[in-house]
Structure formats: C-alpha cells, structure tokens
C-alpha cells in the first residue's frame, strides 16, 4: 500500500522549498549517498541516516545511529532509536523535514461511498478489537534489545497477562534488566491497562514512571528496564480518521439539521493575501528508482537558483456533499458502530 512524504527543505538564506514523493516499497532509507530511495543534498545529514519500514501491517521510523541524530514529532529518536509512525507524524533531519502520511487512511473525497466504506472499515476494526472475524487485535512489539520484533497480542480472551524474565511469565523478555516478573497488563471492557508488579526497575509510560494502573493509548511507549515497548492499537488509525469528515464531526457536536451553514467564502479566495505557497515537486518512485533531491553538497553550499523551479497547476476542486447528506452519512455510520458494539456484547456475555 502506498505511502506519501510531504518533504519540507529549509536552506538557511533561502526560501524553504516543498517536494512531494510517493512510494510502494515496504522500506524507505534516507540519506545522503545515491543508492537511497531519498536523496539528501546535505553534508549534515549522514550517508545512511534514517529509514521507513514495514512491518506486520505498521510503518517505524528507524534512526540508524546518524551523526546529527533524527527527530520523532520534534523528540530525539535516539542512536539506532525505533518508532511508531502514524498518519500526520514528522521526521525532522537538520533542515530537513519529512511529514508520514499513510495513503491506504487518506481520502480526500468525503462522497457517500467513501464515508461509507470507512465506515465499514471501522466496524472491521472495532470487532477485530475484541478478538472476532480474525482481524488485528491490540498487541505490544519490543523495539530494541535481543527480542526486538518480537510482539504480545491483547486478545479478548487475555485477562491478565504478566510480562517479565521469568519463564512463567505470559509474555517473557529476555533482558537482565527486566525483573521475573515486572509488569502486569490486564484487559476489561473498557480498556487495556498495565501496572508495576514490584519491579526494580519500575514501568515508564512516554518517558513517565507510573504508580498505579495505568490506560494504554495507540503509540504510547512503554520502558521497562532497558527494553522498550511500543502499544499498537490497529482500529486507531482508521477510527481516528473519522475526525477528518465533515459528518462524523457534525454528529460528534451534535449539529442540528435544520441549523444554517456557515456562509461560504469565496472561491477565488484560495490562497492567504500572501498569494500560494511554495512549489511542490511531484515524483513516484517505480521500482527501485532512487528518488534524488539533488546531488550532495557541503554545508557551505546552497542550490544553485533555480535548480528546484518547477510549476503545476492548481488541482481541480471535487464537490463537497451538503450538511443534510453528510449528517444523514454519520448518523448512519455511527448506527452500525453501536450495532456492531451490541452484538459485541451480547457474545461476550453468553
């Protein structure tokens, strides 16, 4: 599946410059030799510096142990450093930044079927979250050390599970720094929870240390000892996108049917008075094409002007549905979700 990186190149002295790129290939370096899928043209960014890739479903960002470092949402990542990468995240290299965005989650077209189908992808996930049809269920991955991929899946029929060294353990690590028994995760109806079961080391949830139980969130990290955690929560990524259309939004306030829309601005009125932004530079990779920003150069070197000049045309705009469509559409949606949540409920109770 396809994924789109929104790249933003800041020269200092110059005018920032946008390029957009589009790939199919489950693994994605960056870095500032040739044989990377992206090209950097910058002496400060390291031969092989970062890479994207998939993995059972995810996208991770890996920082491979490059001199000045990569930044995750504006957080050092760390030499050899592992994250999760979601819809909207940033990758910053020093005057470099990349935006993630999954292209299978993105759609601009909000017509009936669109909204629709998400929504049926939603109700997907949602009993999939609860262990039915077969689907992804919650789950933690390891990040780093001996186990790194090595991953626990949440599923419904999962309690309480302890995390630990020990061999009893429901889900055993293999690090010295993690206690026999170190963690516990226990799952109800309503969340998935983990608390310090007497550790040495104690649990650290996104560089925090807990006291009591604590509710897991998609993306959280999860540190015990050495050894870090990351919680994937599979249905987030769809149910989260919901935010994005106008008839889920509408329904989440509580918009009336009969309540006037807002007046329409103009149409000419596209751009802020400062007139369009920056040109962006449209390229798919095929095959093992390299995607080259431009050849590498030190520091002290700026592009020559010019050298990214390119224009394209504004994009035609696709017609919007109108209020009434689009509250009937979230109305709908949400019907199926608490359907789907009842017969949910009604399984597990029998």
């Not at 999962?158 to 516990?184: L, P, Y």
Request: proline letters at 5%; glycine letters at 8%; charged letters at 30%.
């Amino acid at each position: 599946m396809p994924v789109k990186l929104q790249v933003v190149m800041t020269i200092p002295g110059k005018d920032p410059r946008e390029f957009e790129y589009e790939f199919e290939e489950d693994r994605i370096s960056v870095g500032r030799d040739a044989d990377n899928e992206i090209q950097v043209p910058l002496s400060t960014v390291s031969r092989k510096h970062c890479v994207l890739f998939r993995d059972e479903g995810e996208w991770y960002l890996e920082d491979l142990k490059s001199t000045h470092g990569t930044k995750h949402n504006g957080r050092p990542v760390g030499a050899g450093g592992k994250k999760l990468l979601r819809d909207g995240d940033t990758i910053d290299l020093i005057h470099f930044k990349i935006t993630f965005e999954n292209a299978e989650l993105s759609s601009p077209d909000y017509s009936a079927e669109k909204t629709e189908a998400l929504a049926r992808k939603m109700v997907e996930e949602v009993l999939a979250s609860i262990g039915k049809d077969g689907g992804e269920v919650p789950y933690v991955r390891v990040m780093n050390g001996p186990d790194e991929g090595k991953r626990f899946d949440i599923t419904v029929d999962v309690s309480e599970a302890v995390v630990g060294r020990g061999n009893d353990c429901d889900f055993q690590i293999n690090d010295a720094n993690i206690s026999r028994r170190h963690a516990i995760v226990r799952r109800d109806w309503n969340e998935i929870t983990i608390e310090d079961a007497g550790s040495k080391n104690g649990v650290v949830i996104n560089d925090r240390k807990i006291a009591r139980p604590t509710a897991l969130r998609d993306a959280d990290e999860v540190l015990l000892g050495a050894v870090r955690l990351t919680y994937i929560d599979p249905s987030a990524k769809f149910i989260g996108k919901l935010d994005d259309i106008p008839a889920f939004a509408d329904a989440a306030t509580g918009m009336q049917d009969d309540e006037p829309e807002p007046e329409e601005e103009d149409d000419n009125n596209d751009y802020n008075e400062e007139g369009p932004g920056p040109d962006v530079d449209t390229r798919t990779t095929d095959g093992n094409d390299v995607m080259t920003m431009a050849p590498a150069v030190d520091d002290s070197e700026q592009p020559e002007p010019g050298a990214f000049d390119d224009s394209e045309a504004d994009a035609p705009q696709k017609r919007g549905l109108g209020a009434f469509e689009l509250a009937l559409i979230g109305g709908a949606a949400i019907a199926v979700l608490a359907l789907a949540v009842g017969v949910a409920v009604l399984v597990l109770g029998s």
